[in-house]
C-alpha cells in the first residue's frame, strides 16, 4: 500500500508538506503543489479521509447555501468558492434554497447533520433564524453578499449602496432627470441598499422622489420584463433604467425591444453584477461589477480561518468594492 512517505520521496519533499497539500493547512507553492500532486496520481494514493476525520473530528467539508442556483451571479461566487476549498483540501456539500426561506433552515439542518466543519450561507433573507440555528449547534458561519450586522459573525460582502449611488450618478451626468429603478425584495439588503444609492444620487442631483419610477422585482429575467412595461406605460417614461440587477436589465431590454424602442437611443440602461451574460446582450450592458469569485475564495479564507483557530480577531463585517463597467447600453441626452 502506498504511504504518504512513498508520494514525499517520488515529489522530493517533506512528508509535512504532502500533509499541508492534502489537508490544506499551510500555504505551499504551486510547482511544489503540483509535484505532490502529481506524484500522488503516479502512485494511486488516495488519503484516507475518513480515518483522518475521526482523528481531528474534522470532516474537511463545507457546506454551501444558495438563495437560487439558476441566478449566474451565484454561480460565479460558487466557482471562488469552490477553487479555493480545492486548493484547501476540503470538500463542499451544495444546497439550493430556492429563494424559500423554510428551505433555507430546512437545508441548514442538513448540513448539519451531515457534520459539516463550517457553512458559507448566502441567504434567502432568513438572516436571525439561521443564525439562531447555527448558534445552537455551534456551527461556524461566514455570511457571503449579505449585510445583517450581526456582531457575532463574519460577514463578507460588496458595496451595495455605493454601487447604486456609481450607477444612478452615471446616468445623472449623462444628464438623465427621469431615472427609473427596478429594484430587488427590499427584505434583502444588497438590494435595499442599492436603492438607497439610488434615492441618495437623486437627492444630491436636487431632484425630487418620484416613487412612480421604483418598481420591485425579485431579481429574476420576468420581474424586470413586466416591472419595465409598468415603467414604460407611464405618462411621461423614464428616459433611462437602472435595474439592480443584470437579470432584470435583461428582462427591461426584452421589453424595450418589444415596444419598437431602442436602446440606448431611446432608453438608457444599467444593471448590476457584471455576469457573464452582460457582455454578450444586444446591445452589451452598462452594468455595476461585484468581485463575485473573489467575494467567495475570501469567504472562504475567512471561515477556513476560523476553523484552523488562525484567527482570533473578533467576527468583522468587510465590503469589497464595485466598480462601473461602461458598454453599449447608456448614452448622453442631447
Same mark, same amino acid.
Given at each position: 500500500?502506498?504511504t504518504?512517505?512513498?508520494?514525499? &520521496?517520488?515529489?522530493?519533499?517533506?512528508?509535512?508538506?504532502?500533509?499541508?497539500?492534502?489537508?490544506?493547512?499551510?500555504?505551499?507553492?504551486?510547482?511544489?503543489?503540483?509535484?505532490?500532486?502529481?506524484?500522488?496520481?503516479?502512485?494511486s494514493?488516495?488519503?484516507?479521509?475518513? *480515518?483522518?476525520?475521526?482523528?481531528?473530528?474534522?470532516?474537511?467539508?463545507?457546506?454551501?447555501?444558495l438563495?437560487? /442556483?439558476?441566478?449566474?451571479?451565484f454561480? &460565479?461566487?460558487?466557482?471562488g @468558492? &469552490?477553487?479555493?476549498? !480545492?486548493?484547501?483540501?476540503?470538500?463542499?456539500i451544495?444546497?439550493?434554497?430556492?429563494?424559500?426561506?423554510?428551505?433555507?433552515?430546512?437545508?441548514?439542518?442538513?448540513?448539519?447533520?451531515?457534520?459539516?466543519?463550517?457553512?458559507?450561507? @448566502?441567504?434567502?433573507?432568513?438572516?436571525?433564524?439561521?443564525i439562531?440555528?447555527?448558534?445552537?449547534?455551534?456551527k461556524?458561519?461566514?455570511?457571503? =453578499?449579505?449585510?445583517?450586522?450581526?456582531?457575532?459573525?463574519?460577514?463578507? !460582502?460588496t458595496a451595495?449602496?455605493?454601487g447604486?449611488?456609481?450607477?444612478?450618478?452615471?446616468?445623472?451626468?449623462?444628464?438623465?432627470?427621469?431615472?427609473?429603478?427596478?429594484?430587488?425584495? /427590499?427584505?434583502?439588503?444588497?438590494?435595499? =441598499?442599492?436603492?438607497?444609492?439610488?434615492? &441618495?444620487?437623486?437627492?444630491?442631483?436636487?431632484?425630487?422622489?418620484?416613487?412612480?419610477?421604483?418598481?420591485?422585482g425579485? !431579481?429574476?429575467h420576468?420581474?424586470?420584463?413586466?416591472?419595465?412595461?409598468?415603467?414604460?406605460?407611464? *405618462?411621461?417614461?423614464?428616459?433611462?433604467? !437602472?435595474?439592480?440587477?443584470?437579470?432584470?436589465?435583461?428582462?427591461? +431590454?426584452?421589453?424595450?425591444?418589444?415596444?419598437?424602442?431602442r436602446?440606448?437611443?431611446?432608453?438608457?440602461v444599467?444593471?448590476? =453584477?457584471?455576469?457573464? +451574460?452582460a457582455?454578450?446582450?444586444?446591445?452589451?450592458?452598462?452594468?455595476?461589477?461585484?468581485?463575485?469569485?473573489?467575494?467567495?475564495?475570501?469567504?472562504?479564507?475567512? +471561515?477556513?480561518? %476560523?476553523?484552523?483557530?488562525?484567527?482570533?480577531?473578533?467576527?468583522?463585517?468587510?465590503?469589497?468594492?464595485?466598480?462601473?463597467?461602461? %458598454?453599449?447600453?447608456?448614452?448622453?441626452?442631447a
Amino acid at each position: 500500500m502506498t504511504t504518504i512517505r512513498d508520494v514525499a &520521496e517520488a515529489a522530493q519533499v517533506s512528508t509535512s508538506t504532502v500533509s499541508h497539500v492534502i489537508n490544506g493547512t499551510r500555504y505551499v507553492s504551486p510547482d511544489t503543489r503540483q509535484r505532490v500532486l502529481q506524484a500522488m496520481a503516479d502512485l494511486s494514493y488516495s488519503p484516507n479521509r475518513l *480515518a483522518r476525520s475521526l482523528r481531528s473530528s474534522q470532516s474537511m467539508t463545507l457546506g454551501v447555501l444558495l438563495p437560487n /442556483s439558476a441566478n449566474p451571479y451565484f454561480a &460565479e461566487i460558487l466557482l471562488g @468558492i &469552490e477553487a479555493a476549498c !480545492f486548493d484547501r483540501g476540503y470538500n463542499i456539500i451544495l444546497g439550493n434554497a430556492n429563494d424559500d426561506r423554510a428551505r433555507e433552515l430546512a437545508y441548514l439542518e442538513v448540513l448539519i447533520a451531515r457534520q459539516v466543519d463550517g457553512i458559507l450561507l @448566502i441567504s434567502t433573507g432568513a438572516y436571525n433564524e439561521s443564525i439562531a440555528l447555527l448558534a445552537a449547534h455551534d456551527k461556524p458561519v461566514v455570511m457571503v =453578499d449579505r449585510s445583517a450586522n450581526i456582531p457575532a459573525v463574519d460577514e463578507l !460582502f460588496t458595496a451595495n449602496k455605493e454601487g447604486g449611488l456609481l450607477a444612478t450618478s452615471y446616468l445623472l451626468g449623462l444628464g438623465h432627470r427621469r431615472i427609473g429603478c427596478i429594484t430587488g425584495p /427590499s427584505f434583502l439588503t444588497p438590494s435595499a =441598499d442599492r436603492v438607497t444609492g439610488y434615492y &441618495e444620487a437623486l437627492r444630491s442631483a436636487g431632484l425630487p422622489i418620484d416613487r412612480t419610477l421604483v418598481v420591485t422585482g425579485d !431579481f429574476q429575467h420576468e420581474s424586470g420584463y413586466q416591472a419595465c412595461r409598468q415603467l414604460l406605460a407611464l *405618462a411621461t417614461p423614464p428616459t433611462a433604467i !437602472f435595474a439592480c440587477n443584470d437579470l432584470m436589465a435583461v428582462g427591461a +431590454l426584452c421589453v424595450i425591444h418589444e415596444a419598437g424602442l431602442r436602446v440606448p437611443d431611446d432608453i438608457s440602461v444599467v444593471g448590476y =453584477d457584471d455576469i457573464p +451574460l452582460a457582455s454578450y446582450t444586444v446591445p452589451r450592458l452598462t452594468t455595476i461589477a461585484q468581485p463575485a469569485q473573489e467575494l467567495g475564495r475570501l469567504a472562504v479564507e475567512r +471561515l477556513v480561518a %476560523r476553523l484552523q483557530k488562525s484567527d482570533n480577531t473578533p467576527p468583522v463585517q468587510e465590503a469589497l468594492p464595485v466598480a462601473l463597467v461602461e %458598454r453599449d447600453s447608456c448614452r448622453r441626452l442631447a
